[in-house]
Nanobody
Framework: EFVESGGGLVQPGESLRLSCAAS????????IGWFRQAPGKEHELVAC????????DYEDSVKGRFTISSDNAKNTVYLQMSSLKPEDTAVYYC???????????????WGQGTQVIVSA
């Protein structure tokens, strides 16, 4: 199970850090992704981390602005978001895997997510 937190309303150019607390399994055994769903759109992958070796991957529009990391001792994955833009407005989710198939994660289901609104 994952619990996302840290969302909020920010102005363009500001930063937020999202947290994804995992329970029931050890993060360092899995690949974990941050995903988002903007209004009227399907879920998309934002960033992905292999918690075991720390390797990461990012969607092109967030490269250089977002950083995914994991604290295996806390069993938590983070998404540091900087230079936020209005087009980053979405509900953000974490889940196992690095892909979306038919608007669903490859494992499990979407949780409650955390809302990020970027607006002046």
């Amino acid at each position: 199970e994952f619990v996302e937190s840290g969302g909020g309303l920010v102005q363009p150019g500001e930063s937020l850090r999202l947290s994804c607390a995992a329970s029931g399994f050890k993060l360092d055994d899995y690949v974990i992704g941050w995903f988002r769903q903007a209004p009227g759109k399907e879920h998309e992958l934002v960033a992905c981390i292999s918690s075991g070796d720390g390797s990461t991957d990012y969607e092109d529009s967030v490269k250089g602005r977002f950083t995914i990391s994991s604290d295996n001792a806390k069993n938590t994955v983070y998404l540091q978001m900087s230079s936020l833009k209005p087009e980053d407005t979405a509900v953000y989710y974490c889940q196992m895997g690095c892909a979306v198939v038919n608007d669903k994660p490859i494992a499990g289901s979407w949780g409650q997510g955390t809302q990020v609104i970027v607006s002046a």
